[in-house]
């Protein structure tokens, strides 16, 4: 028997052309290498931009800030009540005039304040105070990156 006539059967139907499909896949090992690359120079850079003072950060779950042109001003108060510029320590009757001399020669009025999470809110208040005194209408305060909110004391974890 033969095969009906306005049937024919090919088996794979064929594009118009040579019959070759286009090949779709991406060679992903390029990109793979850079992100390796680039894993590695963060790595290695991201304990230098920390500051060296020991301070227990309080937990957020807010994002963290963008980067600025100039280093960032960094204020850390520790356990203990010490004030620290950047990573010296300074008294605290000096803090508003040094900061107000810096103040001047700044551009940039953001200023970062790391208190540690023992400190009342009182000390805390008393040094934002002298910042703002002094000029610096940004405070970022520096917490912890929390994945979950954290409960008030008092509080149930879920209300």
Same mark, same amino acid.
């Given at each position: 028997?033969?095969?009906?006539?306005?049937?024919?059967?090919?088996?794979?139907?064929?594009?118009?052309?040579?019959?070759?499909?286009?090949?779709?896949?991406?060679?992903?090992?390029?990109?793979?290498?850079?992100?390796?690359?680039?894993?590695?120079?963060?790595?290695?850079?991201?304990?230098?931009?920390?500051? =060296? %003072?020991?301070? *227990? !950060?309080?937990?957020?779950?807010? $994002? &963290?800030?963008?980067?600025?042109? @100039?280093?960032?001003?960094?204020?850390?108060?520790?356990?203990?009540?010490?004030?620290?510029?950047?990573?010296?320590?300074?008294?605290?009757?000096?803090?508003?005039?040094?900061?107000?001399?810096?103040?001047?020669?700044?551009?940039?009025?953001?200023?970062?304040?790391?208190?540690?999470?023992?400190?009342?809110?009182?000390?805390?208040? =008393? %040094?934002?105070? *002298? !910042?703002?005194?002094?000029?610096? $209408? &940004?405070?970022?305060?520096?917490? @912890?990156?929390?994945?979950?909110?954290?409960?008030?004391?008092?509080?149930?974890?879920?209300?």
């Amino acid at each position: 028997m033969g095969v009906p006539q306005g049937r024919r059967s090919t088996g794979r139907r064929r594009q118009r052309g040579h019959g070759l499909a286009p090949m779709a896949e991406i060679n992903v090992t390029p990109f793979v290498d850079v992100m390796l690359v680039l894993l590695i120079i963060f790595m290695v850079a991201a304990p230098l931009l920390t500051s =060296g %003072v020991p301070v *227990d !950060l309080p937990e957020s779950a807010a $994002s &963290a800030l963008p980067a600025e042109e @100039e280093p960032p001003l960094t204020i850390s108060l520790a356990e203990d009540g010490r004030i620290y510029l950047q990573e010296a320590e300074i008294a605290a009757e000096q803090l508003l005039t040094r900061l107000s001399a810096i103040a001047g020669e700044r551009r940039d009025r953001q200023i970062y304040l790391r208190a540690d999470g023992a400190l009342s809110y009182a000390q805390v208040m =008393g %040094v934002m105070g *002298d !910042l703002s005194a002094a000029g610096f $209408s &940004a405070i970022g305060l520096v917490t @912890e990156n929390s994945p979950l909110p954290v409960p008030v004391e008092g509080e149930e974890a879920g209300q």
